[in-house]
Nanobody
Framework: QVQLVESGGGLVQAGGSLRLSCTNSGRTFGNYRMGWFRQAPGKEREFVAAISYSGGTIYYSDSVKGRFTISRNNAKNTVYLQMNSLKPEDTAVYYC????????????????????WGQGTQVTVSS
């Protein structure tokens, strides 16, 4: 079973940085496409960033492009989201997700193409 666990969330001032981690602690391992999504209260879940299994294909939402960096270490079965220059509008619960199928470009941001989800970690950015 795939079990995704996020960590690294917290409270940070605007302009600060956080690094989120997501580790698959389950017993099932595969060539998963990994993504980060976020959801603020009263809003729909929003795509943030995604990375292919090899790390060769990366896609960001326009709202975080240039500020966030997604990466992965398959040896550690972990994906990361480095968040710099944080803004109050980045405040949300951040979810890690894994997809079993190939996807590129904008398709990497379609949440229906992800099969497993973590429980989320809260990121709060104060102004």
């Amino acid at each position: 079973q795939v079990q995704l666990v996020e960590s690294g969330g917290g409270l940070v001032q605007a302009g600060g940085s956080l690094r989120l981690s997501c580790t698959n602690s389950g017993r099932t391992f595969g060539n998963y496409r990994m993504g980060w999504f976020r959801q603020a209260p009263g809003k729909e879940r929003e795509f943030v960033a995604a990375i292919s299994y090899s790390g060769g294909t990366i896609y960001y939402s326009d709202s975080v492009k240039g500020r966030f960096t997604i990466s992965r270490n398959n040896a550690k079965n972990t994906v990361y989201l480095q968040m710099n220059s944080l803004k109050p509008e980045d405040t949300a619960v951040y979810y890690c997700a894994a997809g079993r199928t190939l996807a590129t470009g904008e398709a990497m941001g379609v949440e229906q193409l992800y099969d497993y989800w973590g429980q989320g970690t809260q990121v709060t950015v104060s102004s």
